[in-house]
């Protein structure tokens, strides 16, 4: 039982949900309120496999370059005040989560990868061949990028988002066999707002990681002596560029949900403004953000309405 925990804070709540319902909406995007079901819940257990595999080898090479501390037992324990400790929604909330052995994370990689892998030319055999080269985008990123590539100015801050991306393409692509410029455009801000995630998930981390020598963008900031609590209100920008892009090109039926959003992000930089760390502002933003597809989701279905504006 103690293994299972293990691997189930693995699973990391927030960033799997925001993965997945992603790659959903690509799928409704193309097809609406027609989505073929038994298409898409591979296409969904294909994305499940492929991010778990990045989580697993994200946890298995902070092991090995040292990240938890040395005889730390506990995901939820750390030894001290800088030491690595996820987020709630992260891991944190499976109760006492073990560090596991190296090799169990290697051996839950292998077979986590090979079953996304078949399911991935499974899909392909029905759907069409460009859907495999989506995809693995996607599992070459969950293996390289905490092998190494988180280290490299700009590319390990971008690398999640790209990775999100291409789900989204390929829950379209499952749809409709086809991208276009819809698609690629509606991505735009998408990526935008997802650097927002990616930099206050990294904020809680920057003491450790400029430790590590990674490049983050908030390890930049912090190396050009801004504080953590300065640097928190910088992570907010993308979101408010992102949404009020979308509050200009998206429907007049989702406007509201939008324009909802950044209230939102105003309402959370104020409350939360002696959340220095970012701890409590990676969940609710990532909270706000899930809320947002989900509305977006319901409409596009048919399944609810907001008002116009």
Known sequence: MSAVRGFMAEVRILPMSLMLLTCLLGGFFAAGPHLNWKIMGLVLLNAFCFLYTAHLNDTYWDIRKGEYEEGRKLHSVRFREDGYLPRWGFGYEIPNAPILPKHYYLAAMALSAITGVSIMLHISTLIGWL??????????????????????????????????????????????????????SASVPLFISLISIKALDSL????????????????????????????????????????????????????????????SFIAQQAALHNDEEGRKSIVLASFTILAFIVVALTVIAGLATLPSI
């Open 131 to 184: 859907y495999s080269a989506l995809a693995l985008v996607g599992l070459l990123l969950a293996l390289t990028y905490s092998a190494g590539l988180d280290r490299i100015p700009a590319l390990g801050d971008t690398m999640w988002e790209i990775g999100v991306l291409f789900a989204l393409y390929c829950g379209y692509y499952s749809q409709r066999q086809a991208l276009d410029p819809f698609i690629v």
């Open 204 to 263: 809680p981390d920057t003491i450790v990681d400029n430790k590590q020598s990674k490049v983050t963008l908030t390890v930049f900031l912090y190396r050009k002596g801004l504080s953590l609590k300065a640097i928190r209100h910088i992570c907010y920008l993308p979101f408010y560029i992102a949404f009020l892009t979308l509050y200009f090109t998206l429907p007049p039926n989702l406007k509201l949900g939008a324009l909802a959003v950044v209230l």
